[in-house]
């Protein structure tokens, strides 16, 4: 089997959010940068499949120079070799752009299996994977968390609202995307860090790919949420909050 | 190009709470007979006398054998076949897990892009979406021919805004069929389970102490374990926590997990996520408990203490076992 994983780059959890400049996307100076969650688990569902059935897992990102360093911690993990495609407007291109660049991408490999998170923990479209399938063409299916291989194609687990499942057969190659907690993520090791310089790390530009992005849909202006409900913060060292706190809940809230 | 369509959703034979908020939405616009709300499926009639009591300009029912069980190959050619005959400037959907699986690839098919999880609409069809899980807002335009696609994040507008327009006399009902052939329709989808039976009961528990990925590690957890036993409360977590095992996942929150409504939520180390927020804001009290003074919690929290949990949490068993 042949996977491609769309893997994206955001900023680190704890980083701190300013906004940029021009009020159109944050700051990025000092930033630290990780890979996006749930495309953890999609790469980390690709090996085990690769491991299950054979094939090959190629990891594909979109973004400035910077990208790089999250395309090598997908091959040191295990994806074996990797597509950077390289552009500097991810912010200002609607879902429709971003998943004009991967599809662009992901097209001439004739992959047999898709793979890309439900959703990026910065913009938060959660529609790139399912438009990707859209101009390709194929099938998908969303919030996947475990991917069967069968004769006819594959079984996947998804998730429904509150606590419920489905089982969905499809034929491929298709599209999944896939939700956090199906599996446990693997650490890269030494052994993998070292490999992963050896390996095959192809970059395009968006304008090679000749992917437009005339957006339809245009992001004006980022600002801060204006506070709407007035939270009471209980002041001074962690025992003096707690003691606070507790008589509050008592006597004001009477919840204890 | 005119009019409105609300793509309504239900869930066992009722019209979902969440598309009568899609609805609401809807009226900040165009006024109400401008919107036809969408019923589909392959059985809608009962959804369509519903939906035409809320006093809307019509009402459609796109009804075809084909769309039950849902599939995304089903709705979308569906609703495509739909869009083009009605022509509307906007199409808003609720931003279930449903509309998630279907309406992007249905707006990319119209060379659209969805605005999605929408919390707040301003004159001039100005949409407002969070960024980096709620710490930022985000004002969108759409700005191309053809529809602009919307759909609106859960609880962001009030279903009741609908009721006021019920009373008017029922909107008139019409059936759009669509051509679908089976061939079309790529997937299998089975039907829906649950895992295991469950052990806890947190929708019934009067005091839920919940922890986030601010513990850090597994070894940590006895710190809120040691909190909920003084508190006499039940022990929750964030997805993150059960997604690492550390937690079964029945003990998870959230829009994915258990939906709970204790009188006392004390949520350490956790951001509050959309997703977070729409399984414990109805809680009768809540407490919030990170070291990030705008971290989105506050936001449903009524009290809050901004410092490391690591400090806070026993500080706060102290005082609660000091009480007894
Ligand atoms: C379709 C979908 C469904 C989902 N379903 C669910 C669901 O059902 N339930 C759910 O919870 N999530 C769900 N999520 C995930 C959700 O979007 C968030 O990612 C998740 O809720 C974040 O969990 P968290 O707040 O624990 O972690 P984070 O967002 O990482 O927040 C950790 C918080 O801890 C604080 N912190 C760190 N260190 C300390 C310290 N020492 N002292 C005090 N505070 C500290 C930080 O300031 C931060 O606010 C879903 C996501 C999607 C896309
Ligand atoms: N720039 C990108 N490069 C690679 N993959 C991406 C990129 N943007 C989005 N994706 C993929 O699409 C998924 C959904 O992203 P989004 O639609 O932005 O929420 C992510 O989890 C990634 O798998």
Redesign the pocket.
């Known amino acids: 089997m042949k996977i491609v994983?769309?893997?994206?780059?955001v900023p680190d959890r704890d980083a701190p959010v300013r906004i940029a400049p021009g009020g159109k996307w944050i700051d990025e100076t000092d930033l630290q940068w990780a890979m996006?969650e749930?495309?953890a688990y999609?790469l980390e569902e690709a090996l085990q499949l690769k491991e299950k059935n054979g094939g090959e897992v190629v990891a594909?990102?979109?973004?400035p120079e910077r990208?790089g360093q999250t395309i090598r911690e997908a091959l040191a993990k295990g994806a074996d070799r990797a597509i950077q495609?390289v552009?500097d407007d991810?912010g200002t291109r609607d879902?429709l752009g971003?998943?004009k660049?991967?599809a662009a991408a992901i097209k001439p490999e004739n992959p047999d299996l898709v793979?890309?998170?439900?959703?990026?923990e910065?913009?938060?479209?959660?529609?790139?994977?399912?438009?990707?399938a859209e101009l390709l063409g194929l099938p998908h299916a969303t919030l996947i968390l475990h991917v069967e291989k069968t004769d006819a194609g594959v079984t996947v687990k998804r998730e429904l609202e509150e606590g419920w499942f489905q089982s969905i057969e499809m034929p491929l190659p298709a599209v999944l995307?896939?939700q956090s907690g199906g599996t446990k993520l693997r650490y890269a090791t030494l052994m993998g860090i070292k490999r992963a310089k050896t390996k095959e790390l192809k970059s395009v530009t968006a304008a090679e790919l000749g992917a437009d992005a005339a957006p339809v849909v245009v992001l004006e202006q980022i600002a801060l949420p204006k506070k709407q409900k007035s939270t009471q913060i209980l002041p001074g060292s962690p025992k003096e909050a707690a003691a606070a706190l507790i008589e509050k809940l008592k006597t004001e809230a009477r919840v204890l | 190009m005119s009019g409105i369509l609300v793509i309504l959703e239900e869930r066992g034979g009722r019209i979902r709470s969440s598309s009568w908020e899609a609805l609401a939405a809807a009226l900040k616009l165009g006024p109400a007979q401008d919107i036809t709300a969408v019923v589909i499926g392959a059985q809608t009639a009962a959804l369509a006398a519903e939906a035409a009591a809320k006093g809307v300009g019509k009402v459609v029912r796109v009804e075809h054998p084909l769309l039950a069980p849902y599939t995304a190959d089903g709705y979308c050619a569906a609703l495509e076949q739909l869009l083009q005959n009605q022509g509307p400037t906007q199409v808003v959907f609720p931003h279930t897990y449903q509309v998630r699986d279907y309406a992007?690839a249905l707006a990319a098919r119209m060379g659209q892009s969805l605005i999605g999880d929408v919390v707040a609409i301003e004159d001039g069809a100005v949409f407002t979406r969070q960024l980096m899980q709620g710490r930022l807002n985000a004002n969108y335009r759409h700005s191309g021919n053809g529809p602009c696609f919307v759909s609106t994040q859960a609880g962001a507008f009030r279903a009741d805004a609908v009721d006021a327009l019920a009373g008017a006399s029922p909107a008139t009902i019409t059936t759009f069929t669509p051509n679908l052939d089976a061939s079309q329709i790529r997937t299998e989808p089975g039907e829906p389970f649950r895992e295991a039976a469950q052990t806890v009961d947190l929708g019934s528990a009067q005091r839920i102490v919940s922890v986030g990925r601010g513990i850090k590690e597994e070894q940590n957890l006895g710190l809120v374990k040691d909190l909920a036993a003084a508190l006499g409360a039940e022990l929750a977590a964030s997805r993150p926590i059960c997604d690492n095992g550390w937690l079964p996942m029945e003990r998870q929150v959230g829009s994915s997990g258990q939906t709970v409504a204790p009188k006392l939520y004390l949520a350490v180390g956790i951001s509050g996520a959309i997703q977070h927020l729409v399984g414990m804001k109805g809680s009768q009290c809540i407490v919030a408990i990170n070291k990030d003074p705008d971290a989105p919690i506050f936001e449903v929290a009524d009290y809050g203490i901004v410092g490391d949990l690591f400090e806070v949490v026993p500080a706060l068993t102290e005082t609660v076992k000091a009480a007894k």
Request: charge should be negative; charged fraction near 5%.
């Open positions: 994983v769309a893997i994206k780059q996006n749930p495309d999609a594909l990102s979109a973004g990208t495609v552009c991810l879902a971003v998943a660049l991967l793979l890309t998170g439900l959703q990026s910065d913009i938060g479209l959660g529609q790139t994977g399912v438009i990707a995307t896939m | 992007p």
